[in-house]
């Protein structure tokens, strides 16, 4: 069973964008995402390949924080509340989810499929995760982005397995759904709670609110 890391592990279906964007909005810097989006953006490519596979998760989203506040003409301590307050949020729900991690590992091969910095591996050590997983293929370190099948391969060879032995838990449709779509993997999109009327790309795809209900879902 593989996952996405960001919006996925970290957040009940809710990207790192949107979640910069709504503390954004609460600094009093952003209030349109369509003008938002290009900043993000652009912070977060700056990083991909460009910081220390040691780089802690405090660090990486400090930095992604200062750079996207700093960009929307925040100063310094509107960088650390936004970076705060988002850890304080991540953190929180990796501690929800880690026992259900730690659930699904005595039961099947677990591992990470997502598209990051290239300190991916640290990130997993610091959210305590990494006891749990059997592979963990982070994009900056591959070369290949999700959708791009090579990365969803990259997981599968390392795993010694079929893409129809494997299921793939997401919070994007367009890298997550139809990347693991056109591997041939049966893939769970996690939605979020507000995500209403959300329409699966698959006829029999499944959708969670939170990634708690996974367990009931595979019975």
């Keep these: 069973m ?5 919006g996925t592990l970290d ?6 964008k949107t979640r910069f964007f709504r503390l954004c909005r609460d600094e009093g810097l952003a209030d349109d995402p369509a003008m938002f989006d290009p900043v993000f953006y652009a912070a977060d490519d700056a990083l991909v390949g460009a910081v ?14 200062r750079d996207v506040t700093r960009a929307l003409g925040g100063d310094e301590p509107a960088g650390r509340r936004v970076a705060e307050r988002f850890l304080a949020d991540a953190l929180a729900r990796l501690r929800v989810n880690r026992p259900l991690l730690s659930r699904l590992s005595r039961r099947y091969r677990l591992g990470i ?11 997993c050590h610091n959210a305590e995760i990494r006891p749990f997983l059997s592979v963990i293929v982070d994009s900056a370190r ?4 999700k959708p791009d099948a090579r990365i969803f391969q990259s997981a599968l060879d390392e795993l010694k397995l079929a893409p129809a032995d494997v299921v793939f838990v997401g919070d994007s449709g367009p890298r997550d759904m139809a990347g693991a779509r056109a591997m ?3 893939h769970v999109w996690l939605v979020g709670p507000e995500a209403a009327g959300a ?11 939170a990634l708690g209900e996974l367990e009931e ?3």
């Design 2 to 6: 593989l996952f996405d890391f960001g």
């Design 11 to 16: 957040a009940d279906g809710l990207a790192w």
């Design 52 to 65: 220390p596979v040691t780089l802690s998760l405090r660090d990486t989203v400090t930095r992604l924080a």
């Design 113 to 123: 499929v997502s598209n990051f910095y290239g300190n991916l591996v640290t990130v």
């Design 142 to 145: 591959v070369g290949f982005e």
């Design 184 to 186: 041939g993997m049966r």
């Design 199 to 209: 329409t699966p790309c698959c006829a029999d795809d499944r959708v969670l609110r």
């Design 217 to 219: 879902l595979l019975g």
